[in-house]
């Protein structure tokens, strides 16, 4: 297997049961007939999420993102967070390849994202940035299991 097209090296991220490669391009990706990407066509208005099952050799899913997009997946491998265009984070969810809203405030300061050991949940620390006192804080949990639409933080 190999890549002969670029892609930023701060978006490249394995699934935690080595199935899945998410990485992020600079433009949308082509495939061959068998659904293995060959190359991107390149420019530098878009940029690229890209899901590839390393199993089946094929890019299974893409969308817009961006360059910056922080990529964390759930122990599960069955979710993968991501950051759209407008800096709001999505949810994948990998086995439907539904995308779900996880923030819609336009770029809040999402200070970390932590998934719980078994996928169940994911805690977002949000940074409020207050007037000449730094970071006020919150932090949100979402319950994947019951919640495909999680509210906003």
């Not at 923030?103 to 999402?110: E, L, Q, R, S, Y």
């Amino acid at each position: 297997m190999d890549f002969n097209f670029p892609i930023y090296e701060t978006g490249l991220s394995f699934s935690p049961d080595s199935r899945y490669l998410a990485f992020l391009t600079p433009g949308e990706v082509r495939v061959d007939k068998t659904g293995w990407p060959t190359s991107v066509i390149t420019t530098t208005e878009h940029v690229f999420i890209n899901l590839l099952d390393l199993h089946d050799q094929r890019l299974l899913w893409s969308a817009l993102s961006t360059q910056w997009s922080d990529l964390s997946w759930s122990p599960t491998s069955s979710y993968l967070a991501y950051q759209n265009p407008s800096m709001d984070w999505q949810l994948l969810d990998i086995d439907n390849k539904t995308v779900f809203p996880i923030t819609t405030a336009g770029g809040i300061n999402i200070y970390r994202l932590e998934w719980s050991f078994d996928g169940r949940y994911l805690s977002i620390l949000v940074c409020y940035l207050q007037p000449h006192a730094g970071c006020n804080y919150r932090t949100t949990i979402i319950d994947i299991a019951s919640a495909h639409n999680p509210a906003s933080p």
